[in-house]
Nanobody, 115 residues
Framework: QVQPVESGGGLVQAGGSLTLSCAAS????????MGWYRQAPGKQRELVAA???????NIADSVKGRFTISRDNAKNTLYLQMNSLKPEDTAVYYC?????????WGQGTQVTVSS
């Protein structure tokens, strides 16, 4: 299992939307955990949203009601739909997967929200 690959970051104005994608190299069915994390400058990496193989979803309070995590099993892809973006959502967003190949992190995709 190679590392997941993120895409979809960019620059957006406050109140706008972005959708991040994370492509896994193996079937999502074999991955017991996939999640999105973010790290802003000078801050620790934090969990944004995650989904287990059993479908259990965990969303950070700071994004609840604005962000949605979902997955397309046929495409082996995890998504993060981000709405009503705020400047404080600016960060590098990372995809993480826990599966047969161990703990894998993507290289990250930058999300910048301008005020």
């Amino acid at each position: 299992q190679v590392q997941p690959v993120e895409s979809g970051g960019g620059l957006v104005q406050a109140g706008g939307s972005l959708t991040l994608s994370c492509a896994a190299s193996i079937s999502i069915f074999s991955i017991r955990f996939m999640g999105w994390y973010r790290q802003a400058p000078g801050k620790q990496r934090e969990l944004v949203a995650a989904v287990s193989s059993g479908g259990i979803i965990n969303i950070a309070d700071s994004v609840k009601g604005r962000f949605t995590i979902s997955r397309d099993n046929a495409k082996n892809t995890l998504y993060l739909q981000m709405n009503s973006l705020k400047p404080e959502d600016t960060a590098v967003y990372y995809c993480r997967s826990l599966g047969p190949g161990g703990d894998k992190w993507g290289q990250g995709t930058q999300v910048t929200v301008s005020s």
